[in-house]
């Protein structure tokens, strides 16, 4: 059974910048697509950065210029750079991942929770 381990979240102030982290285990297909979501209260759960095994990247247009993600295919470890955060930003960012060239799963985090106060 596949597990995301998420780590980094926490409560930042306006601007600041946070780093968050996925650790990806228990696999025997090699992971494929990660990305995150986010889910403020009351409100779906939104695709905010996604990554391929090849490293191609695509964004939710509000956190572009902003966010980063990145991965470390050797670790099956995926990471959310945040910086200039916003209020708005504030929700629980959970890791979603597929694995083998079909992209069996999708595999969810549990959720860590960034809050950014204004």
């Known amino acids: 059974q596949v597990q995301l381990v998420e780590s980094g979240g926490g409560l930042v102030q306006f601007g600041g910048s946070l780093r968050l982290t996925c650790a990806a285990s228990g696999s025997r297909l090699s992971i494929n697509t990660m990305a995150w979501y986010r889910q403020a209260p009351g409100k779906q759960r939104d695709v905010v950065a996604a990554?391929?095994?090849?490293?191609?990247?695509d964004y939710r247009d509000s956190v572009k210029g902003r966010f980063t993600i990145s991965r470390d295919n050797a670790k099956n470890t995926v990471f959310l750079q945040m910086d200039s955060l916003r209020p708005e930003d504030t929700a629980v960012y959970y890791c979603y991942a597929t694995t083998g060239v079909r992209g069996w799963g999708p595999y969810w985090g549990q959720g860590t929770q960034v809050t950014v106060s204004s």
């Open positions: 990554i391929t095994r090849g490293g191609s990247t």
